[in-house]
């Protein structure tokens, strides 16, 4: 089945304590992005990648670092969580190609600072 | 700085109505125009894509148009159902391959 998986679900930290959240799809896509999901500002693009060791800032990057080592995996990471990221995230992925280009969203993450 | 906006931000109809959803976005120099819903508390899931050089796309009661030209993307549902009862979600996929959302239009449809 084709799909986007993020874990964990559902975080509850505290500030200052690094965290990973996991994406990985499982269609060969070359296009991978996270996003964020606050109420009353929609959903913003934190980072994105065109491929392997291609990463881009999207709208909101400050405070968070991505990587892009394989093909199937875009690993977002807080080095230093505040409370002002505790927001609803989704990792995404496409192909980029003509009429093939649907996004596919995984199920989020909802993370909580404290 | 591409900016894409949604009209209304909330529309309750009942079952049974045709209605329109609205998208204008700033700059025109685009690659697609996607059309998404979005569940309470769930991801998002794709429902039309629009090239920048097609003016419409149709799947079942849904139809989307574009006018590039214009920044103006509407999503047409036919026949409304509750089922349809969702945010549903503009975004446009700029010439650098970023994707700016709009904020969305929560649609309710009354049985």
């Known amino acids: 089945e084709a799909q986007v998986t993020q874990n964990p679900r559902y975080l509850i930290t505290v500030t200052g304590k690094k965290l990973t959240v996991t994406c990985s799809q499982n269609?060969?896509?070359?296009?991978m992005s996270w996003y964020r999901q606050d109420p009353g500002l929609g959903l913003r693009q934190i980072y994105y990648s065109m491929n392997v060791e291609v990463t881009d800032k999207g709208d909101v990057p400050e405070g968070y670092k991505v990587s892009r080592k394989e093909k199937r995996n875009f690993p977002l990471i807080l080095e230093s969580p505040s409370p002002n990221q505790t927001s609803l995230y989704f990792c995404?992925?496409?192909?980029?190609?003509?009429?093939?280009?649907?996004?596919?969203f995984g199920p989020g993450t909802r993370l909580t600072v404290l | 700085k591409q900016e894409v906006t949604q009209i209304p931000a909330a529309l309750s109809v009942p079952e049974g109505e045709n209605l329109v959803l609205n998208c204008s976005f700033t700059?025109?120099?685009?690659?697609?125009l996607q059309w998404f819903r979005q569940d309470p508390g769930k991801g998002l899931t794709s429902l039309l894509l629009?090239?920048?050089?097609?003016r419409e796309q149709t799947s079942g009661r849904l139809n989307a148009s574009l006018d590039k030209s214009s920044g103006r993307s509407t999503l047409y549902i036919a026949a409304s159902q509750p089922g349809d009862s969702a945010t549903y979600l503009c975004a446009v996929r700029g010439s650098n391959y970023k994707l700016t959302f709009g904020k969305g239009t929560l649609l309710t449809v009354n049985p």
């Open positions: 269609m060969n896509h070359e296009y």
């Open positions: 629009i090239q920048s050089s097609q």
């Open positions: 700059d025109s120099a685009i690659y697609n």
């Open positions: 995404a992925s496409s192909l980029i190609e003509g009429a093939t280009d649907t996004q596919y």
